[in-house]
């Protein structure tokens, strides 16, 4: 069952499985619930399941048990333990008289029977979020970080190599920003830069992925978004970033727009486009917009 493609997450973590519990096309609790009988699949969820399942191969089941418990279990047993597990849910329903549902029966078989779970905790799905969210962010300025925008790019680029769901991508780099900490102190450097990140926050659309990428550069994904919208968009973002230091000096920003195309089929190809356009930008006089050639 796809050996190949489970060859591919041998080196899967545990602050993998996290996410991808949390993944658009994750296996969420309700999913797996409607899976295992707790109420009617679908039939876009009987085919998305199809998919994941095509796709995972054996990992599938290891998938199944791991949203349900958040324990990890390999996937040589996942499928066995998966079956034994309906099979307790179908035992104690019948017992009981009613549904019990596929997380009750989970936890029950896999503690309580045979011991796999020593200590079992429930963990809602907000807080499994909350948690995953911690180690996604930046601290300073609350926008994702650098780890999460290249799974995020890399995932959009790969929704529009398969269904041509259209993305662009902004980079911003603030413009002097050494000349800000030499001249008023790293202090005041972070503050610039935890402004930039609410600015960020408050301007961008709720579709939109606003990451620091790192030191003084931003950069905001933009699903469903063509590179005319997204120049727009980072014109408006130009305006809003702007900030006021002492003695009249306005600290300004940069910005390279790009999208994909037949340029750019990988998350690489379009971050280097934005980049170029970015670095011509900082060419040009910098405190402008420069929307990659390729993509007009």
């Not at 290249?150 to 911003?172: A, K």
């Not at 102190?185 to 990140?197: K, N, P, T, Y």
């Not at 809003?240 to 195309?261: D, F, N, R, Y």
């Amino acid at each position: 069952m796809m050996e190949s493609n489970n060859s591919s997450h041998l080196k899967e973590t545990d602050a993998d499985r996290r996410r991808g519990i949390l993944a658009d096309d994750s296996l969420s609790l309700d999913l797996v619930s409607a899976l295992a009988g707790d109420r009617s699949l679908t039939e876009a969820e009987k085919n998305r399941l199809s998919e994941i399942k095509k796709r995972r191969g054996l990992r599938f089941f290891s998938d199944l048990l791991y949203s349900i418990t958040h324990q990890y279990f390999a996937p040589e047993v996942a499928e066995e333990l998966w079956d034994e597990v309906l099979q307790h849910k179908y035992e104690l329903s019948t017992a009981l008289g009613r549904n019990v549902g596929i997380a009750v029966a989970a936890l029950d078989y896999l503690s309580n029977i045979t011991g796999n779970m020593g200590s079992a905790t429930l963990v809602v799905e907000a807080h499994i979020e909350e948690i995953v969210g911690l180690s996604l962010s930046d601290g300073l300025t609350g926008l994702f970080n650098h780890t999460y925008f290249f799974q995020q790019i890399d995932f959009e680029v790969r929704r529009y190599t398969r269904y041509g769901t259209m993305v662009s991508l902004v980079l911003i780099d603030i413009d002097d920003f050494k000349k800000v900490n030499d001249t008023y102190g790293h202090l005041e450097g972070d503050r610039i830069l935890a402004a930039m990140g609410r600015t960020l926050i408050r301007v961008a659309r709720d579709s939109d992925i606003c990451c620091r990428y790192g030191g003084e550069e931003f950069a905001v994904i933009l699903p469903l978004t063509d590179v005319h919208e997204a120049g727009t968009i980072a014109d408006r973002l130009k305006n809003e970033l702007a900030e006021h230091l002492p003695g009249g000096w306005t600290v300004t920003v940069s910005i390279g727009v790009a999208s994909c195309g037949k340029d750019a089929g990988t998350y690489k190809d379009l971050v280097e486009k934005a980049d170029a356009a970015l670095y011509q930008a900082k060419k040009n006089g910098k405190n402008r917009v420069v929307v990659s050639a390729e993509g007009k």
